[in-house]
């Protein structure tokens, strides 16, 4: 995997081991509630073995927004596509240009489709999901065809 530039704020890191960065956005109780619908936070096994996970099945990149890595973004092989933003960097279309970036690399990678999961009650991931052109196909489960 290759850095990804996105725009001249955006670029996608090939994931690396660094807990120090990548620990913090996962202490927030509400992105936490957000990503894995949990009312606790993340310890470093439970972050390892995410990460060891996404990294192991398919493309995991950190977001660097304007030099700061800010969130994650992933690719998996069953065409799955997720994404975490830290709180303070929401609500500033990156997590939208991260997303297209994976459509660009799922058709790369010849993917007739991408797939995502998103909670009910994740109202601002559903509207972005659905202004990139997913349609929901279950009660959590969203899709775009490519």
């Not at 994931?15 to 202490?27: G, K, M, P, T």
């Not at 606790?40 to 996970?53: K, V």
């Not at 069953?78 to 799922?106: F, P, S, W």
């Not at 790369?108 to 995502?116: F, H, L, S, W």
């Amino acid at each position: 995997m290759e850095i990804r530039i996105i725009d001249n704020d955006i670029r996608l890191i090939p994931y690396y081991r660094n807990d120090e960065v990548s620990l913090a956005w996962y202490q927030d109780l509400d992105v936490c509630k957000q990503v894995d619908n949990i009312d606790h936070t993340y310890d470093l096994e439970t972050l390892h073995n995410m990460y060891d996970y996404l990294s192991s099945h398919g493309d995991c990149y950190y977001i660097e927004y304007q030099g700061v890595l800010v969130g994650d973004v992933s690719l998996r092989e069953n065409k799955e596509v997720a994404i975490v933003i830290c709180k303070e960097y929401q609500n500033r279309h990156i997590g939208r240009k991260c997303v297209t970036d994976m459509l660009k690399l799922a058709k790369e990678k010849g993917y007739d489709k991408v797939i995502a999961n998103i909670y009910t009650f994740n109202e601002q991931s559903k509207s972005m999901f659905r202004a990139l052109g997913f349609v929901q196909t279950g009660e959590e489960d969203f899709e775009l065809i490519l």
